[in-house]
């Protein structure tokens, strides 16, 4: 059964604030990266990183709400999008119940092996199929 959202709840550290007493804006793209290995692991069975190898060719993010350490949030990661050569991530932290919005973001991954681009296994375009 293809799971089409992955959802995780984060644990913000103390190494993720900066001197303005939020999580740093950098720290997002680790999030992110945590949302995206998350839902390769649900919905593939021998996942591993020779299984589908990829950069990260494009990233947006837009900050809603400040973030702070004992914050309850969650991460929802999707795929929106898939290309021939690439794919499109979804991210969204979100407060536990869902009401609040803490951030939105994208990022555009490029299948690739030895160097050079290929096609988007079917596993990922599973993860869109009606």
């Known amino acids: 059964m ?3 959202t992955h959802e995780i709840k984060l644990q913000l550290r103390y ?3 900066d001197s303005l007493g939020h999580v740093n804006n950098a720290v997002f793209l680790s999030y992110f990266e945590i949302g995206r290995i998350g ?3 649900l919905n593939s069975d021998n996942y591993n990183v020779d299984s589908i190898n990829f950069v990260i060719a494009h990233m947006e993010i837009d900050f809603l709400k400040t ?3 004992f914050d309850e949030v969650i991460l929802r990661t999707r795929i929106v999008k898939v290309g021939r050569t690439s794919f499109t991530f979804d991210h969204e932290i979100v407060s536990e119940q869902g009401e609040e919005v803490y951030c939105h973001g994208t990022a555009v991954a490029v299948a690739i092996r ?3 681009k290929v096609p988007v296994p079917q596993f990922i375009k599973d ?3 009606e």
């Open 39 to 41: 839902l390769f692991r």
């Open 2 to 4: 293809i799971n089409k």
């Open 15 to 17: 190494r993720d604030i």
């Open 67 to 69: 973030l702070h350490l």
């Open 114 to 116: 030895d160097g050079n």
């Open 127 to 129: 993860l869109l199929a």
